[in-house]
């Protein structure tokens, strides 16, 4: 039994390097490596096809589904980019109102839609605020990138991992969380983000 067992895992690992190199190079997409992995783990035996085709049980991961939806409904639409034109027209030409109304926009944003995404709508927006204010571009993007982060603490689905949470402590019979409740947690780390990007900005200048 021992000897099988270390056999599922020398499976198992390779299987995950075979993953991690197929992400590094994005062929085939990550969505396609992920469905394949669900089909390879039964075919090796390593776990039944019940257990296999189990998440899709989860109300989570449809949730998270429908979030990828939502978010893509907003670039679409042209929501996001109006987030962005707005931002440049209201912080004009000072670097500091910019950056604290960037990580703010994309803080919002990022609470309701994949922070990916967000990160990845306002790239070309900052990328083209840096080359008309001639400053370095590190010297945004990295509040952007920060504020994405800082986003997946602001709701229950700002993340999945937040969602899992939940998820399991609901199953083991105990309260889970509400839609708000990362909320004030998020808050003061956005705004303590907020404080140390501004003083770091200085030496950003990559």
Not at 1 to 15: E, F, P, R
Not at 31 to 38: E, F, K, P, Q, W
Not at 58 to 87: K, M, S, Y
Not at 154 to 170: G, H, K
């Amino acid at each position: 039994v021992a000897h099988l067992m270390n056999v599922d895992v020398l499976k198992v690992l390779l299987l995950l390097c075979v993953c991690m190199v197929l992400f590094v190079i994005n062929r085939p997409r990550a969505d396609v490596v992920a469905l394949l992995v669900i089909v390879v783990l039964p075919l090796l035996g390593i776990i039944p096809l019940q257990q296999a085709l189990a998440g899709f049980s989860d109300p989570n991961v449809i949730l998270i589904a429908c979030l990828f939806v939502i978010g893509e409904a907003l670039v679409r639409t042209g929501v996001t980019h109006q987030v962005g034109e707005w931002l440049v027209k209201s912080a004009g030409t000072h670097e500091k109102r910019l950056l604290v109304l960037l990580m703010l926009a994309v803080s919002l944003l990022g609470a309701v839609m994949s922070s990916t995404g967000v990160v990845g709508v306002f790239i070309p927006v900052v990328m083209g605020v840096t080359r008309r204010l001639k400053i370095p571009a590190a010297r945004l993007m990295m509040p952007l990138s920060f504020a994405g982060l800082i986003s997946g603490m602001l709701t229950l689905v700002a993340t999945p991992p937040n969602m899992v949470v939940d998820s399991a402590l609901r199953q083991e019979g105990l309260p889970g969380f509400s839609f708000f409740s990362f909320t004030p947690l998020g808050l003061a780390v956005l705004l303590a983000g907020i404080g140390y990007m501004l003083v770091a900005q200085r030496w950003l200048s990559g």
